[in-house]
């Protein structure tokens, strides 16, 4: 009785500092917010969460899309977050250039669906359908060419 006693608690303790990552990504998304101003021209950067998915062979990782955005300029980021309760830490970030349509994750591979940028394509309108695909290893988002 005692044993699982502990181990009630234990498990109750791992589920508590992981039940509710909410927080630590919208603690992550407040922290890319850095006020500043040069002239006449606001450079203040910020965070656009997308959306953000649970990994589920790696406890307390969570792969958050966001966008990221300072003055005229913006680009969708891939970010791997530790999360302990409502704490977090960067792993990894990668940026996608384009317009991202859909981002899954099946086991390890991450699938991002997007429009890329074609040969004559301005900034603001990317054409080219495309699908990016990486891996999630130790911490890390690496390209799968």
Request: hydrophobic share 40%; net charge neutral.
């Amino acid at each position: 009785m005692k044993r699982f006693v502990i181990f009630s608690l234990f498990w109750l303790i791992s589920l508590n500092a992981f039940a509710n990552p909410d927080k630590a990504v919208s603690r992550f998304i407040d922290s890319q917010h850095k006020e500043s101003n040069t002239e006449l021209v606001s450079d203040t950067e910020h965070g656009q969460l997308i959306t953000f998915i649970y990994l589920k062979n790696t406890p307390n990782e969570v792969l958050v899309h966001w966008v990221y955005q300072v003055a005229n300029f913006w680009q969708h980021r891939l970010t791997l977050l530790r999360v302990d309760g409502e704490e977090f830490n960067v792993l990894s970030t990668i940026g996608i250039e384009g317009q991202v349509n859909s981002v899954q994750l099946d086991n390890k591979t991450l699938l991002v669906e997007l429009l890329g940028y074609g040969k004559n394509d301005p900034r603001c309108c990317p054409t080219e359908r495309t699908t990016k695909k990486y891996e999630i290893s130790n911490g890390r988002i690496l390209p799968i060419k």
